[in-house]
């Protein structure tokens, strides 16, 4: 196989992912050791993460196969991408968010969710939320007060009556 089918196929391999990702996660590791690397790495797959280090001129192809070409601007230097496909868009932006505040070294560059590419400041503040079962809890407790509260009013209005009639 010859350089040029290969580079093609890895331009095609990283367009894949960037379009097949729900939440990508672009990152500047220089600085990191190898334990950290491996630390970080082995996080991102108990998440399944994919994390993976391409050169940035055959990323900037992929991105402009998949019409992301906001991106090109962060792909300078040593830059590691995180992909997500899982329902969880927040998981990659968490765990890597988490890595940077113990690990000065890594630097978030800019994400993609869902088809959108997404500042520094947006992927900390995705990575702030909570989780997606924090949330869906959130959620269920917000939906059940009204219950919980019509059932508690109906129980007192049936104890005041009982202290009424007896």
Not at 50 to 59: H, I
Not at 75 to 97: M, Q, R, Y
Not at 122 to 150: D, H, I, T, W, Y
């Amino acid at each position: 196989m010859s350089v040029r089918e290969t580079k093609q196929q890895l331009v095609a391999e990283i367009a894949d992912k960037l379009r097949e990702s729900k939440s990508t996660i672009v990152v500047d590791y220089r600085g990191l050791n190898v334990a950290e690397v491996t630390e970080l790495r082995k996080q991102l797959r108990e998440a399944n993460i994919d994390f993976k280090v391409y050169k940035n001129t055959m990323t900037r192809r992929a991105t402009a196969e998949v019409e992301l070409t906001e991106l090109d601007a962060t792909l300078v230097g040593p830059t590691a991408i995180a992909f997500s496909n899982d329902e969880d868009v927040v998981a990659p932006a968490k765990i890597i968010n988490n890595f940077a505040k113990e690990h000065d070294a890594l630097e978030i560059k800019a994400g993609v969710i869902e088809g959108r590419v997404t500042s520094v400041e947006e992927v900390k503040a995705l990575a702030e939320l909570p989780s997606r079962e924090g949330l869906l809890s959130m959620l269920l407790s917000v939906l059940q007060a009204p219950m919980r509260n019509f059932a508690l009013a109906t129980k007192a209005v049936a104890e005041q009556k009982e202290e009424q009639g007896a």
